[in-house]
């Protein structure tokens, strides 16, 4: 959640707005916070999204005012020594390593009645959600019914495993499992997960961001989402509240021009970019596309791209918001007035 204004030391850059469908809402406005560090208005995009969450959770402990002046005050070729505090607004776990996690807060839990305290305190302090996509195996194939089938015996051979599951979904209640059979993490989290904008109990409206536990978690940046792959440990700190440390990265733009010729497929462009990102030594870095043929791309080509960064050795390829964002939003079933805080 937002800290209060009254203990934040950038309380002057929460202003009230007015959302596109004519609610009014709170946001932490880095226009605001450009009065005081006018480079805040070239920071490239993605770099914006990371300042916000660095402002609006500056504390003077875990995150300084210190960071947000070094973030705010960011350069194209300056030395990058100083790391950044990331708080996400989100976690995304599968199965290979969401178990282990949600394993790890029920024995926080059991050690804390042990101790006499309150278990129901162990709560993951951001939305937490477990896809469960590698696990189903095809014993039948070839008929009508060969995914309820496996998806039965699934369920029979995993059936303690599901159980706890169920149990970790009921005990907490930041946290979401999508059981087996409606695709894999990447396609759920684009498609259902992915909210564009959240909006705490103090009504303050903030950017989705995530890290996942899995490289290709960056296919969300197709959508204008800042995330990226972690392990377990800074998953599970993410989950409890942490910020993600990270060094501050250097962004590389890639302008792309024209419109994809009839019969060349996402495939192709993004072994091109691969081949030349990998050429330019992108490794560690944000790559940020832009330029006419970025905004003629499909959401999906452009999620195509981004699902990429890891092969060629980038942190994110982000794709910033634009009207084709908010018509996908729409198009995967997020209700009006989350495209339209999305808009806003």
């Known amino acids: 959640m937002a800290n ?3 203990s934040h030391a950038f309380a002057a850059t929460r202003k009230s707005f007015k959302t596109a469908s004519g609610k009014t809402g709170e946001l ?7 009065r005081q560090f006018p480079n805040v208005n070239r920071l490239p995009h993605s770099i914006r999204i990371v300042l916000e969450s660095v402002l609006r959770h500056c504390d003077g402990k875990k995150v300084t005012t210190e960071h947000v002046t070094q973030l705010a005050n960011w350069r194209p ?3 990058r020594t100083d790391e950044i505090p990331f708080t996400v607004a989100r976690v ?11 394993v790890d807060l029920a024995a926080m839990r059991a050690a804390a009645q042990r101790v006499g305290r309150d278990p129901t305190k162990v709560e993951p302090l951001v939305p937490v959600d477990l896809v469960v996509d590698h696990s189903i195996m095809a014993d039948y194939y070839g008929t009508k019914n060969a995914l309820d089938l496996n998806m039965k015996l699934e369920f029979q051979r995993n059936h303690e495993r599901y159980q706890f599951m169920k149990w970790g979904m009921q005990a907490f209640d930041t946290f979401g499992v999508v059981p087996p059979g409606f695709g ?9 997960l992915a909210r564009g904008v959240h909006k705490s109990k103090d009504g303050t ?4 961001s995530l890290v996942g536990t899995d490289s290709h978690t960056t296919m969300i940046n197709g959508i204008g989402v800042v995330g990226w792959g972690v392990g377990g440990i800074e998953a599970e700190a993410g989950m409890l509240g942490q910020p993600v440390y990270f060094l501050t990265p250097d962004v590389v733009g890639v ?13 192709d462009l993004v072994l091109t970019l691969t081949e030349l990102l990998r050429r330019e030594k992108v490794v560690g870095k944000f790559v940020e596309f832009f330029g006419e043929g970025a905004a003629s791309l499909t959401l999906t080509d452009r999620a195509t791209i981004a699902n990429m960064a890891p092969e060629y050795g980038a942190t994110m390829g982000f794709f910033p918001v634009d009207e084709a964002t908010c018509q996908y939003f729409a198009a995967t079933g997020r209700n009006e007035a989350q495209v339209n805080s999305i808009r806003s």
Request: charged content about 15%.
């Open 184 to 192: 894999i993490v990447h396609q759920v989290n684009l498609e259902y």
């Open 28 to 34: 932490y406005s880095l226009p605001a916070l450009a």
């Open 255 to 267: 302008e792309l021009k024209g419109r994809l010729r009839e019969g060349v497929t996402a495939t």
């Open 205 to 208: 409206y903030y950017p989705d």
């Open 77 to 79: 070729n300056a030395p």
């Open 92 to 102: 995304l776990l599968q199965d290979f390593t969401g178990v282990p996690l949600l």
């Open 4 to 6: 209060t204004p009254s």
